[in-house]
């Protein structure tokens, strides 16, 4: 039951970051191959309903959001680390930046040109959990120069980085600030037809994206979406009840509440029973007639906890 289950898709982004971070560790695990529209029963079951991908599972207790994943990973699996050179912290701060504007160009410069040609269903899908409620594409595509002229003074950030003539972000081994530059650097050169060209000016960056692609993906194995849902069924929840003395919220374990990202994104807030709550993480218990009781696990930084009645 303590077998790592990655429910993904191939083009998603955020799910090369992870992807990436278990060919970091040379991690076997198992690949569940989900769709890029949220129509995923197997996977709404486990976590009540919780749309965005990559989600972990390991037996009845799921992760949601790579903080979690990363978190869960580097503690179940320490070495190697995802902070080499006594990183710890800093990497999670260089998140904000990468998983909020950075990424949001990078969306847009990968999306944007493209989006007439998509299905409309995804193109209104990812509108509204990316731009907004009013977001349009079509506006974006033509506003595409101004967001590269955006996006290109950032990438430039990192070219300096490596000026210093070490490897990685941060010295002689990669880590996860290399994870958090590497799935924007692979979204742009995978999805924007022009991403040659304009990634040409940075060399050094194009090189370490080289050395990046080459960490791999560990060792997957497929599985089906039935199969991680007989795991789920057949485990309990690991880890024990925890409060937190400080909780500036005051929310306490046996709490019913709701949890959903504090961008107003149109998602369905996940409830449950609160069964553990820290300074950065917060786990719901749920109860589904399909696999039973399972423990969804969320940072607490980017969502908002709610008491229920």
């Known amino acids: 039951m303590d077998r790592i289950i990655l429910h993904h898709y191939p083009a998603s982004p955020v799910s090369e970051k992870v992807r990436t971070g278990l060919g970091l560790k ?38 949601c959001d790579t ?11 320490p070495e190697p680390t995802f902070f080499p050179n006594q990183g710890s912290g800093l990497p999670f701060a260089l998140s904000r930046w990468t998983d909020g504007p950075l ?28 731009l907004g409620p009013t977001g349009n594409f079509a506006e974006e595509a033509e506003d595409l120069p101004h967001t590269l002229a955006q996006l290109r003074p950032q990438l430039g950030w990192l070219e300096k980085r490596f000026e210093t003539g070490r490897p990685y972000v941060l010295g ?77 919220q005051g929310i306490q374990p046996g709490m019913n509440a709701c949890i959903s990202p504090v961008t107003d994104s149109g998602e369905t807030p996940i409830k449950g029973q609160v069964r553990s709550v820290s300074k950065e993480s917060v786990s719901l218990t749920i109860n589904n007639n399909q696999c039973g009781e399972t ?4 940072p607490r930084v980017g969502y908002r906890l709610t008491l229920i009645d």
């Not at 695990?29 to 996977?43: A, G, I, T």
């Not at 269903?121 to 990812?126: E, F, G, Q, Y």
């Not at 423990?295 to 969320?298: E, L, N, S, Y």
């Open 172 to 248: 002689d081994a990669p880590g996860l600030p290399d994870l958090l530059a590497w799935f924007i650097v692979w979204f742009i050169s995978e999805r924007y037809a022009s991403a040659e060209d304009f990634l040409s000016e940075f060399p050094l960056l194009n090189a370490w994206a080289v050395r990046m692609k080459a960490v791999g993906h560990g060792y997957p194995t497929p599985m089906s979406p039935k199969d991680a849902l007989d795991i789920a069924k057949d485990a309990l929840p690991v880890g024990e009840e925890q409060s937190d003395s400080r909780d500036p």
């Open 295 to 298: 423990a969804v696990h969320f």
């Open 67 to 77: 903080q979690c994943i990363f978190s869960e990973l580097e503690k179940r699996f």
């Open 26 to 63: 040379q991690l076997t695990w198992y690949s569940v191959e989900q769709n890029r529209l949220p129509d995923r029963p197997e996977l709404f079951a486990m976590t009540g309903g919780y749309r965005r991908i990559p989600v972990m599972q390991i037996g009845a207790d799921m992760y």
């Open 103 to 130: 990424f949001d160009l990078a969306l847009r410069v990968a999306f944007a040109p493209v989006a007439e040609s998509l299905p409309p269903a995804l193109v209104s899908d990812r509108a509204r959990l990316y």
